[in-house]
């Protein structure tokens, strides 16, 4: 089954479970944020993990819908924490209501993951919650770690990439290795699955940060450089101040807005940070095809993982 195959049959379930419950407008913003759209690119891994395992989709379907419900509850309280006025286009939870309302909110999607899963019969249930518990925590801290690195002043690059694989990358890993549970999957199996959305992870959080920075405006989306005049401690800042700290300090300390972004990003260029960003995303997506490959060689069926990659390459936002 395609990834848009998978895509659809997620949404029709999504549709037929929205939250119901009282007061309205408790349940009313969990549901707004669940429908405000997105590639849902973690319920689709999990979808992709059963069926490469010789699974059933249908029968993962509450694990990914737990995981695409945990998703939105770490973007409502992101959105307080970062004090966001949109998501998609569209106001965030706590613009549309108020901030309780989004904190009540979000700790309800939290207990309604942990809902879904326990609605789940299939085999490896224990293992799936043990995951899913670990992923949560390790999601917290890389919020934590984000938050924390834009109150110091050295952040090093083990530092960065340990951030984004708390952040971003483990959450893929649980999508897909809780789909290979749900098939009944053997441990290395599933090692391997967690490990090769770790490092797709990893490389599209990678590829994020160069598109902020180098990318088109009307393809990704939104203000070129946003990252560069929020002051944020990215691999590439980091890189900038490893390659000359004296320019780097000077353009993020005298400079602000446009005219920061402009002059950090016409520098980054002409010290390569463009291409090395590019090879370092590479290299994760590299480490990814010698698991898909191992994956193949163990029985597995790659062909959902390898469209899944493609996929992630080709985005421009």
């Not at 917290?140 to 530092?159: H, P, T």
Request: proline share 2%; aromatic share 8%; hydrophobic share 40%.
């Amino acid at each position: 089954m395609s990834i848009a195959n998978h895509l659809e049959n997620y949404l029709a379930y999504l549709k037929k479970n929205p939250f119901l419950g009282s007061p309205d407008n408790l349940y009313q913003p969990m549901n707004y944020i669940m429908n405000l759209g997105g590639k849902r690119i973690r319920p689709v891994l999990c979808l992709i993990g059963a069926e490469s395992c010789g699974g059933s989709a249908d029968e993962a379907l509450n694990v990914a819908h737990a995981i695409e419900i945990f998703h939105n509850f770490s973007l409502v309280h992101d959105d307080i924490m970062d004090r966001a006025d949109q998501r998609r286009g569209l106001p965030t939870v706590h613009k549309k209501w108020n901030e309780p309302t989004a904190i009540l909110a979000g700790d309800n999607l939290l207990v309604k993951a942990y809902e879904s899963i326990l609605a789940y019969s299939g085999p490896n249930k224990n293992e799936i919650l043990t995951l899913f518990s670990r992923t949560a925590t390790e999601v917290c801290e890389g919020q934590q770690d984000d938050m924390d690195f834009a109150e110091r002043n050295e952040v090093s690059e083990a530092d960065y990439l340990h951030m984004i694989q708390n952040k971003t990358a483990v959450l893929l890993g649980c999508s897909l290795a809780s789909g290979a549970l749900t098939a009944g999957a053997k441990a290395d199996v599933v090692n391997k699955m967690y490990q090769f959305a770790i490092a797709l992870g990893m490389s599209f959080q990678l590829m994020d940060d160069y598109l902020d920075s180098f990318g088109t405006s009307n393809k990704v989306g939104k203000v070129i450089g946003g990252d560069i005049m929020e002051g944020k401690k990215t691999w590439l800042y980091i890189k900038s101040l490893e390659l000359d700290a004296s320019a780097t300090h000077q353009w993020f300390d005298e400079l602000k807005g446009t005219s920061r972004a402009e002059a950090v990003i016409k520098g980054w260029k002409s010290w390569g940070l463009d291409s090395m960003i590019l090879e370092k995303s590479t290299e994760y997506e590299n480490n990814a095809k010698v698991l898909m490959q191992e994956l193949s060689d163990l029985g597995i069926n790659t062909e959902g993982l390898n469209e899944l990659m493609l996929f992630l390459k080709d985005r421009t936002h």
